[in-house]
């Protein structure tokens, strides 16, 4: 029986020093068997063809690749759901079962803020928002580089707007701009978007308004007809959330002009009518930013995150602008060519693209003046 009971300690001690070996860096972050347990706080429902999807998209390529194993939470996006946000987040940190809460925009800082602090162990990411960044050590925000997208789509915008030989691209070199806020967030898509024309065409001039609301598409599309029919704007980039889409409107109604969408790619999401007329659009990134992120976690690099800003950009996939369908197909080959030349530039760090955010000389506000028609 002593030399059973020998064996037998043998074997579970054996056992416990083999379950004690190197762990991973995921081990580390942890994880277990290197794969995260990640759960998606949507303040809105699937569906939106923009951020949420996004989101989406990056985590299921990352469960596909076996990397992390997710739960969506919908949580509704109307003001009567709002109180569920607060609720839910409550639920998810108390349940210690995620190794990372996703949430993002504009609408949830201060929820988290507020359950973050309350469990400073659970860890959490935001993306598209910046409102408490540092103040958390347990929260990692995530922000686009707005402005470096912005450019490319000013090279693209200024270059298409002397090319008369396409339809509804008239001799007067001005292009137009829909924001939903005059705000530094819209304005530093404005200030790339600016510099961009600058650089490629210092003639073209902007038509900059602001709807001062992301939800009146009817008010956006009153701005672009007035674009459109007073100042022979003949491409429209709205950068104001669903207020953008009436410039799309405008567009297609006037049949004199061509749009352009922001965040995620409206070809494929507007009516067919306002998709036909939609030559690309700039991109947010979100699902692939995600996938950045978990590379990072996986390098034992993402303690060094948490508690800060993480600004994304070209190179990490955070930013970008759509390239095929309408883009290849309308647009003048020297065209596609000057944005692709463009953005091997910034992304090289050899056009550095000024930004709005934090800029206390109102740079963009000043040059937007300036190129006024």
Same mark, same amino acid.
């Given at each position: 029986?002593?030399?059973?009971?020998?064996?037998?300690?043998?074997?579970?001690?054996?056992?416990?020093?083999?379950?004690?070996?190197?762990?991973?860096?995921?081990?580390?972050?942890?994880?277990?068997?290197?794969?995260?347990?990640?759960?998606?706080?949507?303040?809105?429902?699937?569906?939106?063809?923009?951020?949420?999807?996004?989101?989406?998209?990056?985590?299921?390529?990352?469960?596909?690749?076996?990397?992390?194993?997710?739960?969506?939470?919908?949580?509704?996006?109307?003001?009567?759901?709002?109180?569920?946000?607060?609720?839910?987040?409550?639920?998810?940190?108390?349940?210690?079962?995620?190794?990372?809460?996703?949430?993002?925009?504009?609408?949830?800082?201060?929820?988290?803020?507020?359950?973050?602090?309350?469990?400073?162990?659970?860890?959490?990411?935001?993306?598209?928002?910046?409102?408490?960044?540092?103040?958390?050590?347990?929260?990692?925000?995530?922000?686009?580089?707005?402005?470096?997208?912005?450019?490319?789509?000013?090279?693209?915008?200024?270059?298409?707007? #002397?090319?008369?030989?396409? +339809?509804?691209?008239?001799? $007067?070199?001005?292009?137009?701009?829909?924001? %939903? &806020? =005059? @705000?530094?967030?819209?304005?530093?898509?404005?200030?790339?978007?600016?510099?961009?024309?600058?650089?490629?065409?210092?003639?073209?001039?902007?038509?900059?308004?602001?709807?001062?609301?992301?939800?009146?598409?009817?008010?956006?599309?009153?701005?672009?007809?007035?674009?459109?029919?007073?100042?022979?704007?003949?491409?429209?980039?709205?950068?104001?959330?669903? #207020?953008?889409?009436?410039? +799309?409107?405008?567009?297609? $109604?006037?049949?004199?002009?061509?749009?352009? %969408? &922001? =965040? @995620?790619?409206?070809?494929?999401?507007?009516?067919?009518?306002?998709?036909?007329?939609?030559?690309?659009?700039?991109?947010?990134?979100?699902?692939?930013?995600?996938?950045?992120?978990?590379?990072?976690?996986?390098?034992?690099?993402?303690?060094?995150?948490?508690?800060?800003?993480?600004?994304?950009?070209?190179?990490?996939?955070?930013?970008?602008?759509?390239?095929?369908?309408?883009?290849?197909?309308?647009?003048?080959?020297?065209?596609?060519?000057?944005?692709?030349?463009?953005?091997?530039?910034?992304?090289?760090?050899?056009?550095?693209?000024?930004?709005?955010?934090?800029?206390?000389?109102?740079?963009?506000?000043?040059?937007?003046?300036?190129?006024?028609?």
């Amino acid at each position: 029986m002593k030399k059973l009971l020998a064996l037998m300690l043998a074997l579970i001690l054996a056992v416990a020093a083999f379950g004690c070996g190197e762990k991973t860096p995921a081990d580390e972050q942890g994880s277990e068997d290197g794969v995260y347990n990640v759960v998606s706080l949507v303040n809105g429902n699937l569906g939106d063809k923009s951020f949420f999807d996004s989101c989406e998209s990056g985590l299921k390529a990352l469960q596909d690749a076996g990397r992390i194993t997710y739960k969506t939470i919908e949580m509704g996006g109307t003001d009567e759901d709002q109180p569920k946000w607060l609720e839910t987040l409550y639920e998810v940190a108390e349940s210690g079962e995620y190794d990372l809460i996703i949430c993002g925009t504009y609408q949830m800082p201060d929820y988290l803020k507020e359950v973050a602090t309350e469990y400073p162990d659970q860890k959490f990411l935001i993306y598209d928002d910046t409102t408490y960044v540092g103040e958390n050590s347990n929260v990692v925000n995530f922000s686009y580089k707005q402005n470096d997208m912005g450019y490319l789509v000013g090279v693209f915008a200024a270059s298409m707007t #002397s090319a008369t030989e396409v +339809a509804n691209i008239n001799p $007067e070199k001005v292009v137009g701009f829909i924001g %939903g &806020v =005059d @705000s530094p967030v819209i304005n530093d898509f404005l200030y790339g978007f600016l510099q961009g024309i600058k650089d490629t065409d210092p003639e073209v001039k902007v038509d900059t308004r602001y709807v001062n609301s992301y939800v009146d598409a009817p008010l956006a599309k009153e701005l672009g007809i007035s674009m459109i029919n007073d100042n022979a704007c003949d491409i429209i980039w709205g950068v104001a959330g669903l #207020s953008g889409n009436g410039g +799309a409107e405008a567009a297609a $109604e006037t049949g004199k002009s061509w749009f352009i %969408g &922001v =965040d @995620s790619d409206q070809e494929l999401t507007l009516p067919e009518e306002q998709a036909a007329i939609t030559l690309t659009s700039g991109l947010k990134n979100i699902g692939q930013s995600l996938i950045w992120f978990f590379d990072k976690w996986d390098a034992g690099e993402a303690d060094a995150l948490f508690g800060t800003q993480v600004n994304l950009g070209l190179n990490e996939g955070g930013v970008g602008i759509v390239t095929d369908k309408n883009f290849a197909k309308i647009a003048p080959q020297a065209v596609q060519d000057a944005v692709l030349a463009a953005q091997e530039k910034v992304a090289s760090g050899e056009i550095t693209v000024p930004t709005a955010i934090g800029d206390e000389t109102n740079g963009a506000v000043a040059l937007r003046d300036s190129m006024q028609p």
